[in-house]
């Protein structure tokens, strides 16, 4: 029998896609080690990644069984899963994997983010064993969480994944291998804790020091023409496929601000000038200077 472990994320700037892939693999690593004693034995192999951010990849419908182990990933945007995902997430057909639900935030707080990732997780037919909220470069800044997710963080990423290993091993080993014995157990478990609160909250909305709020839900980011060299690849990077080949650098609809295309811009011909979107940057940099540490839940 084999078990396949993979990673499947949403990322716009890469932090998302360097946590999920390293826990995936490491656990990987670390199936193969420890995971031999089930009767009949079970092998472990490392499936290919699934990257659910380019637009037409979410056009796509992805049904997993109960040998699947999935590392599966997504950014909070606003304290939450982005609300972009939903209806794609609502088309997975979990089938019984185990999921690991980590979410990457950008040192502000993950609020329900991880316990709503969990929840729709355990919705779609996935048995949820293990969970986790990582820090990452906020898309917004170059400043707050600069570099993240950083050696220190890929550190917990892995002992994090060695430890999800460890419990899932023991979890097949002491059900010989058996789908049906580990189904029951895992129903029996019930979803894994973390932190959040159910009823999931609204969105984080940003304000001012007045308590006002700053609506920059329609802000997008605009264009240099003059350093614009057309090389395209904001067009590839663009989550929402609303950056056009025939218009590179024109942002033409839906933007969720995941910055991947100002930050990857090789001539910076990309920019935000929206008050509202600065004084909100500011802010967030101002007010959450201070290193915050992944949390995990096994």
Known sequence: MEKRIRAMYFTGTGTTAKVTSGVAYRMWEEMKKNGKEADPAVSFVKAANINFSPFEARQKVYTFDENDIVVFGTPVIAGRVPNVLLKFLD????????????????????????????????????????????????????????????????????????DTAGKITALINENDGDNAKIAQALEAAGPVYVKGQDPIRPYYKPQDRQGNHINILKVKPKLDEAKCTGCGLCVT????????????????????????????????????????YLYHKEELELGYADRKEPELFI
């Open 237 to 276: 990077v663009c989550p929402m496929g609303s950056i056009k080949a025939e218009a590179p650098g024109v942002v033409d609809g839906i933007c969720i601000k995941c910055c991947g295309c100002e930050k990857k811009c090789p001539e910076g011909a990309l920019y935000f000038d929206d008050p509202g």
């Open 91 to 162: 088309t997975i057909e979990g089938g019984g994997a185990m999921a690991i639900p980590v979410v990457l935030y950008g040192n502000r707080n993950y609020d329900d983010a991880l316990i709503e990732l969990r929840n729709i997780l355990e919705v779609r037919g996935f048995h949820t064993v293990a969970g986790a909220a990582f820090i990452g470069e906020h898309s917004f800044s170059r400043t707050l969480a600069a570099g993240r997710p950083d050696s220190r963080d890929m550190e917990i990423a892995y002992s994090f994944a060695a």
